[in-house]
DNA sequence: GACGAGGTTGAGCACTATGGTCGCCGTAGC
DNA sequence: GCTACGGCGACCATAGTGCTCAACCTCGTC
């Protein structure tokens, strides 16, 4: 995916301090024209810069407060299988796949520690999944965030990848 | 916090589907008055139900297309301590504290394999940190989705937390 | 140096949405 | 029976939308 150039980093650090800000008011803040901003934004969606809705959701709000992260290990030939099988289960909210010991790592939201449990089970019945480990996330230290890299592309000069 | 009820399941599906539909657009497709959709969705913002504008942004778009997760043991007591260092890295997107073996789960990302490692050196060389151990995210299985969640939520008779 | 492609701009257009308030009404709880 | 709350429909003035146009400017290419 090509980076977006310190313009469009510049539009979505707007876009994160007020996410429901119009076009037009993005424009004013950013001292470009009505114009622009509302090409820019189109672009920015179709190029796919924007992921789902979904992820701006707290699982918490819609009664599943717990989170955990289970750790999979699968036979690696079933792994489609696998996969087709976790997604099945609404519990399971993203499912990626690792280098190194474990295969998969799944993460997972749940009403209470009982229903966590019962998902943990979910997830051994799964034909292809070896063994599991489920590590409750017990507090979110520093919360999903992306402004300190937004920040280096809106004041970095040129268009392309800079610093690391 | 306080679940949201299924109208709001509802209007937060539809919002999904649709992010930049208007409050009008919204209130035609739920077959509401657009003065309740109105209400509903500055409740919504209020309860904090949504999260940060950051976390609909893909990585990949600021020129960080690696992404790895990095499993932390912390001396207990520099935990606070830890958790500060860390969240000054821009690399670091998320910080979560554990229940098990490892303390902390680092989110990162990084441009290549190369600032990926410098990455990982940065977050040993806190002090504090004792051992880390980086697993590399290969491949999206399962993009993060709360559908099957909001469709459960949305079709449910009462507003009240019910099947698990 | 001329060329075209692509992005930015300002203007203008008809149409639509916004955010605010109002009174009315049904439901649930006391 | 009363109150609190949410949904409803209506109204208003203001503002934003999505769209098109022609005029640039700055590339990189031929």
Redesign the pocket.
């Known amino acids: 995916m090509e980076p977006v150039d310190p313009?469009d980093a510049r539009l979505l650090q707007a876009l994160g301090e007020e996410p429901?800000a119009?076009?037009?008011?993005l424009a004013e803040r950013l001292?470009?024209?009505?114009?622009?901003v509302?090409?820019?934004l189109t672009?920015l969606e179709a190029r796919g810069v924007l992921g789902s809705f979904d992820r701006r959701i707290e699982p918490a709000a819609l009664g599943h407060p717990l989170r955990a992260y289970v750790t999979t290990r699968v036979e690696q030939r079933r792994l489609a299988e696998v996969t087709t099988a976790l997604a099945r289960i609404p519990e399971v909210v993203e499912v990626v796949g690792l280098a190194g010991d474990d295969d998969l790592l799944v993460q997972v939201v749940a009403r209470d520690a009982d229903a966590l449990y019962s998902i943990a089970g979910s997830l051994l019945a799964v034909p292809g999944v070896e063994r599991t480990s489920t590590a409750l996330v017990m507090r979110q230290l520093v919360p999903f965030r992306l402004d300190p890299l937004l920040a280096r592309r809106a004041n970095s000069d040129d268009t392309s990848t800079r610093p690391g």
């Not at 119009?22 to 008011?25: F, L, N, P, S, Y």
């Not at 001292?31 to 622009?36: D, Q, V, W």
């Open positions: 313009i429901r119009t076009v037009v008011a001292g470009l024209a009505r114009n622009t509302q090409a820019r672009r």
